[in-house]
């Protein structure tokens, strides 16, 4: 059972930059897929960008040339960078682990499992 602790969330002006880490109990590398996810109030938990062990990665539309994804194996840790947030930006950030798919990391909320308590992100 892999532990998982996110942090770095805060509240931020529109256009501005975080940095999320995701600290495991175990070495990442042995994990097929990390992800971030993020659920915003009253709505579906979301996929935003999931990385492999070959470093390969995957992006939500919705994110993509704004956030990046990297994984440090040696200190077990997942980050996200996020730039340029914009205010549909604010949720609950959450990391997760899981299996690949087709070779790929998918974004799919339900492949993932073992979710962190998550760290707040508020733009505005």
């Known amino acids: 059972h892999v532990q998982l602790v996110e942090s770095g969330g805060d509240s931020v002006q529109t256009g501005g930059s975080l940095r999320l880490s995701c600290v495991a109990s175990?070495?990442?590398?042995?994990?097929?897929?990390m992800a971030w996810f993020r659920q915003a109030p009253g709505k579906e938990r979301e996929g935003v960008a999931a990385?492999?062990?070959?470093?390969?990665?995957t992006y939500a539309d919705s994110v993509k040339g704004r956030f990046t994804i990297s994984r440090d194996n040696a200190k077990k840790t997942l980050y996200l960078q996020m730039n340029n947030l914009k205010p549909e930006g604010t949720a609950w950030y959450y990391c997760?682990?899981?299996?690949?798919?087709?070779?790929?990391?998918?974004?799919?909320?339900?492949?993932?499992?073992?979710w962190g308590q998550g760290t707040q992100v508020t733009v505005s």
């Open positions: 997760a682990p899981g299996p690949s798919r087709y070779g790929t990391c998918l974004l799919s909320p339900s492949l993932y499992n073992n």
């Open positions: 175990v070495y990442i590398y042995s994990l097929d897929c």
């Open positions: 990385i492999g062990t070959d470093g390969s990665t």
